[in-house]
């Protein structure tokens, strides 16, 4: 069964800090697909990343970034220079490939990091 | 572009009561699904769909219902509400097949009392 565990709860940081948010996950599968999810105080789930577990090259969209490393198992994600726009809660997800042919597949989401960036 | 729409947002109902939440997308997906959002719980999936006429169950099945008559509609049933059934309830859908980037509603609140 696939899991994601996202180890700390709540982080506050002040505004300009770097700040990572972990996650860590299981899998049996050697094909899956990882994701950042942003939800901020209003509400709505915003996509910020999909990662394939075949690309273990890091990446970078302006201050974010993230690091994908294989032989830990994680997927965390870093941001740069803190602002208080980057306030929200932040989920990882993983999702195995099922290879039913059905393009059947489940996404399990952590219970999410909240980030408080304070001015 | 209306994106994924969800009705009703906000729902009051007692126990025992049964209802409806609507969830249609614009887009084309053939993937949609219905997660339910608790405190501390992070997304737990319900149901989904990666077709017209093909459903499957998620994590938290037990007490909702689905149906996928059109690719546009998926709409989630309760039939005996319960106040464990008190959540925020996010629709979402994605084109192709594979896990790939979902869309989702805004939400709909339901307590039930």
């Known amino acids: 069964a696939q899991k994601v565990t996202q180890a700390q709860t709540e982080i506050s940081v002040v505004e300009k800090e770097d700040v990572t948010l972990d996650c860590v996950y299981e899998?049996?599968?050697?094909?899956?697909?990882l994701f950042w999810y942003k939800q901020p105080p209003s509400g709505e789930l915003v996509f910020l990343i999909r990662?394939?577990?075949?690309?273990?090259q890091n990446e970078i969209s302006g201050r974010y970034s993230w690091n994908f490393q294989k032989s830990t198992s994680s997927f965390n994600f870093t941001i740069t220079a803190s602002q208080v726009v980057d306030s929200a809660v932040y989920f990882c997800?993983?999702?195995?490939?099922?290879?039913?042919?059905?393009?059947?597949?489940?996404?399990?989401f952590g219970k999410g990091t909240k980030l408080s960036v304070i001015p | 572009n209306a994106g994924v729409t969800q009705t009703p947002k906000f729902q009051v109902l007692k126990t025992g009561q049964s209802m409806t939440l609507q969830c249609a997308q614009d887009?084309?997906?053939?993937?949609m699904s219905w997660y339910r959002q608790d405190p501390g719980m992070g997304l737990r999936l319900i149901h989904y769909?990666?077709?017209?006429?093909?459903?499957d169950q998620g994590e938290v099945p037990n007490g909702y219902n689905v149906s996928r008559s059109t690719t546009e509609d998926f709409p989630l049933r309760l039939l005996s509400a319960a106040p464990s059934q008190t959540s925020v309830y996010f629709c979402?859908?994605?084109?192709?097949?594979?896990?790939?980037?979902?869309?989702f509603g805004e939400g709909s609140r339901l307590t039930v009392l």
């Open positions: 979402a859908s994605s084109r192709g097949q594979g896990p790939r980037e979902l869309f």
């Open positions: 899998t049996r599968d050697t094909t899956y697909y």
């Open positions: 990662r394939n577990s075949f690309d273990e």
């Open positions: 997800a993983l999702s195995e490939e099922n290879y039913s042919g059905a393009g059947s597949y489940q996404l399990t």
């Open positions: 887009m084309n997906h053939e993937y």
């Open positions: 769909s990666v077709g017209a006429g093909i459903t």
